[in-house]
């Protein structure tokens, strides 16, 4: 990066924010991918649009005590992040996971502001959760920490405030347990959370909306070098919520999913995934994806779950965890044929790795452009809550369908705009940021 103004703003943010290595990753990957605007746009340097940009509006911290079956008090730590709310109400999921901390959460709500601007959907950005996981733990024990947890969040939170979601470790069964306490605290039944039942004013479609709407960005970006995913060997890693309908919908668009993982191991089955036993050992029996062999004893399950980039391929969708791809496996995955790589989870690959694709001039759909789905559909849910209506499964996956066919057209043309052809990555950024920053400028320095 050579322009001296984001140089000095970069080494800002590693002063401010030392000791939080993924946050300080999402954001220099950022500002190098916009040094054009700033090159260009004086009037957002100004205004301050940058400094404010990477800087949350609101964090909160907070105690979460709660007690186990057998009566011993555990204390979690809740994070809120409320990042960007320029063009709408925060909006970004709760993540529940040990490993969580305050990097995670403020790297996650910083790609959510970019994320939810490329949707066109009037959200802001925000993220949350806990370093409590939820694996192993009884319904019970689940519910008294969820309770807990929105005992503090529900004071920040709101329909046209703060609108949390789903992530990892926060599945259906959690946002049913956290919306029943807000309602209960607050006496107001609104759409302060999405990913909710379908009985209680979720959407339809939502569930799948992360793993279609990847596979839908992937199908435009495979279209535009002239290919498909017909016929084509796909690894999707992970086997949790954008995982498994990432693999259903590319299995529908005529591709063969060879391997899935968790985070133990990976499965490889050249025979193409059965994907319905995955569902019920990961959704049903909430199992370990080892046991896929008991009923497929021609496919391999091998311990360790960075293996999975090892198996040739042609496209690779990450769809676990930050960082799961490094400069090595993507190495692999060049070498073993792979040309295409569009992420589910979120930034799955490490600076290292996104080198080695641009190096091999592999096709590369960042996660903030590729998943959008997921919050896309949020927002619709938002929209069918405010409106009080519900909307077929239908509908709401034509809609997500075009969203995703439009993030991806926002993309091409803002990376061959500000001459960067091909440069996904650089296309989401820029068009992401565009959007936010004229509305920043606009509303004052606030
Ligand atoms: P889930 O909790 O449903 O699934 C996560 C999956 O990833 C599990 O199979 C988990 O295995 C596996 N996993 C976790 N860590 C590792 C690791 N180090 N190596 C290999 N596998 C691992 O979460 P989601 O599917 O909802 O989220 C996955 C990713 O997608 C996250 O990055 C999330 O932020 C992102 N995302 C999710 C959206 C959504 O709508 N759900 C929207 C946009 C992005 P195990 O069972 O062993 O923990």
Not at 375 to 382: C, D, K, N, Q, R
Request: glycine letters at 12%; charged letters at 20%; proline letters at 4%.
């Amino acid at each position: 990066m050579k322009n001296a103004y984001l140089c000095d703003l970069l080494e800002r943010v590693k002063q401010r924010n030392a000791g939080e290595p993924e946050f300080i990753q999402a954001v220099t990957e950022v500002l190098e991918t916009l040094e054009p605007v700033a090159d260009r746009r004086q009037d957002l340097v100004d205004a301050g649009v940058f400094e404010r940009f990477v800087e949350p509006e609101r964090q909160i911290i907070f105690r979460v005590p709660w007690m186990d079956d057998k009566g011993t008090v555990h204390v979690n730590r809740g994070y809120r992040i409320q990042f960007n709310s320029a063009i709408g109400p925060y909006k970004g999921g709760l993540r529940l996971r040990d490993n969580v901390n305050l990097s995670i959460i403020k790297f996650l709500g910083f790609e959510q502001v970019l994320k939810n601007s490329l949707t066109t959907l009037p959200m802001g950005g925000g993220k949350g959760g806990s370093d409590f996981d939820p694996k192993g733990k009884s319904d019970a024990e689940v519910m008294r920490f969820c309770q807990s947890f929105m005992n503090e969040l529900y004071r920040h939170i709101g329909a046209d405030c703060d609108v949390p979601a789903g992530d990892i470790g926060t599945g259906a069964r959690e946002i049913g347990f956290l919306f029943g306490q807000y309602k209960r605290l607050t006496n107001q039944f609104t759409g302060v959370l999405t990913g909710k039942g379908i009985p209680y004013g979720g959407s339809l479609a939502r569930t799948q909306a992360t793993g279609f709407g990847l596979c839908y960005f992937t199908k435009e970006m495979l279209a535009a070098a002239g290919e498909s995913f017909a016929g084509q060997r796909v690894i999707v890693s992970g086997s949790g919520n954008v995982a498994i309908y990432a693999v259903q919908k590319a299995t529908e668009l005529g591709a063969k999913v060879i391997a899935m993982s968790d985070s133990n191991g990976y499965i490889y089955d050249e025979n193409g995934i059965d994907l319905n036993w995955v569902k019920q050992l990961k959704e049903v029996e909430r199992a370990r994806i080892s046991r896929y062999t008991e009923k497929h004893p021609e496919a391999s399950y091998t311990e360790g779950s960075r293996g999975i980039w090892s198996i040739p391929c042609d496209i690779a969708l990450p769809c676990a965890t930050q960082n799961e791809i490094d400069g090595e496996s993507a190495a692999l995955l060049a070498k073993n044929g792979c040309y295409a790589v569009a992420e589910g989870a979120n930034m799955p690959s490490t600076p290292e790795a996104i080198e080695v694709y641009f190096a091999n001039k592999m096709l590369y759909g960042p996660a903030k452009a590729a998943n959008a789905g997921g919050v896309a559909t949020s927002g619709l849910e938002m929209s069918q809550n405010s409106m009080r209506l519900s909307w077929s499964f239908d509908e709401v996956d034509e809609k997500l369908h075009g969203i995703m066919q439009g993030i991806f057209a926002a993309c091409k043309a803002a990376a061959e705009e500000y001459g960067m052809p091909g440069n996904y990555m650089a296309g989401a950024n820029i068009a992401g940021f565009l959007k936010v920053a004229e509305a920043m400028k606009a509303q004052g320095c606030v």
